[in-house]
Every structure is written in C-alpha cells, then in structure tokens.
C-alpha cells in the first residue's frame, strides 16, 4: 500500500535558523515525490520535486530537498527561514505511474518562522 | 494568465440540496482532479480525469458526481449534500507524465452544509 507520512503537525523556527520539514514515504516502484506549500486562504502551491537523479533538489523560495532512498525520506529544507514562509507544507508522492497525474498528499506540517 | 479558477468561492447549503462547483483552467491541460480539505486531513482525492471523456474514482468518491466534456471544464456536482461534505475543495490540473508534471491548484471553494 502507498502511503506518505509528515512525522510533525507542527514546526516553529526562528528567522535565520535552518528549518528542516520531515516526509517518509512508502510507494512501490520508483518514488516520484513533490513538495507543495500552502499559504493561508489560498491554493497549494509547487515547491519541487524529485523524478530522478541528484539526490539533492532545489525549488522555489530557496528551499531544496533530499531524497534518500535507504531510509525512505524526502525532507525538505531551507538554510535560513524568513518569516513570509510561514505556511502549511504537504508531501506528496505522485501515483499511477509515468502516465498517470495522482498526488497523494501527507497531513501536512504547518511551519511557524517567528522573527 | 487565469490558470485555475473555481467558482463560487464560498457556499452555504442545506442538508440534501444539490449544487455545482465548477472548475475550468486554460493551460490545456490532460489532468484534472478535485481534492478536499479537512482540518488535520491532508488533501483526499474526490475524482480525476485523464482526459475529455475519461473520470474516475478517488479516495473520497461517495456522494459527488464529475464528467468531462471538455479539456477545459471539470465540474464536481454534490447530488444531495449533507453536514460532512462541509469542507474546502480545491481544483488542480496537470499535464500527464513525470517530466512536465507540476499540479496547479485552483483558490479553492469553501462549502458549509448545514
């Protein structure tokens, strides 16, 4: 069975501290895995994703991503949190394979960057 | 430069009306799908269609109806509504495959059924 699991409901940083938002994954195949951000009163929003190669991904807003593969994780980071990426965060997997569009998305982590 | 857009924003319904929540995006994409959101919930997917003419079931399918007439328009019907479809429902579409697949989401609909 596929499933996507945000260990954390919550995660409170400080501004100019790195954050990390945690996602372990369960998927058969090879794992396509995406991150998505969710501002208050809006629609998600694409962060990046990882398909293939590096293990390391960088997306918007300064974030990046390791995927690792032994321990089934795809955390998301960012060196230095600002405030503005106060927000809700979502890992999602994608499904159903190459012709397939299916995003399965964990909890969510809600992320708080207080200045 | 529209993307995704849903109407109606906000909805209030009573216990077994029906309505329509629509959804159209202009970046002809292949995929289309509907999610809601429920506090501590995550996103779950209600229906998806891979094409004009093509639905099919999500995790959360019971009680919403959708077809595809058109690349365009991907409308999910409530047939009779009741206290636990009171959520935020979101609208995305997609091109198919790996490389080029980015999910873009709509502002989302807010439905209360009392």
């Known amino acids: 069975a596929q499933s996507v699991a945000q260990p954390e409901d919550q995660v409170n940083v400080a501004e100019g501290n790195p954050l990390t938002v945690k996602c372990t994954y369960s998927v058969s195949g090879n794992p396509y895995l995406f991150w998505y951000v969710q501002y208050p009163n809006r629609g998600l929003q694409f962060l990046l994703k990882?398909?293939?190669?590096?293990?390391l991904v960088k997306g918007s807003y300064g974030f990046e991503a390791e995927f690792n593969k032994s321990q089934t994780s795809f955390h998301l980071k960012k060196p230095s949190a600002l405030v503005s990426d106060s927000a809700l965060y979502f890992c999602a997997p994608l499904l159903g394979g190459s012709t397939l569009g299916r995003l399965y998305f964990g909890r969510g982590t809600q992320l708080t960057v207080w200045p | 430069n529209a993307g995704v857009t849903q109407t109606p924003k906000f909805q209030v319904l009573k216990t077994g009306q029906s309505m329509t929540l629509q959804c159209a995006q202009d970046m002809n994409h292949e995929y289309m799908s509907w999610y809601r959101q429920d506090p501590g919930m995550g996103l779950r997917l209600i229906h998806y269609s891979v094409g004009a003419g093509i639905t099919d079931q999500g995790e959360v399918p019971n009680g919403y109806n959708v077809s595809r007439s058109t690349t365009e328009d991907f409308p999910l019907r409530l047939l009779s509504a009741a206290p636990s479809q009171t959520s935020v429902y979101f609208c995305?579409?997609?091109?198919?495959?790996?490389?080029?697949?980015?999910?873009?989401f709509g502002a989302g609909t807010r439905l209360s059924v009392l």
């Open positions: 990882y398909i293939t190669g590096d293990n």
């Open positions: 995305a579409s997609s091109y198919l495959g790996i490389a080029k697949n980015i999910q873009y």
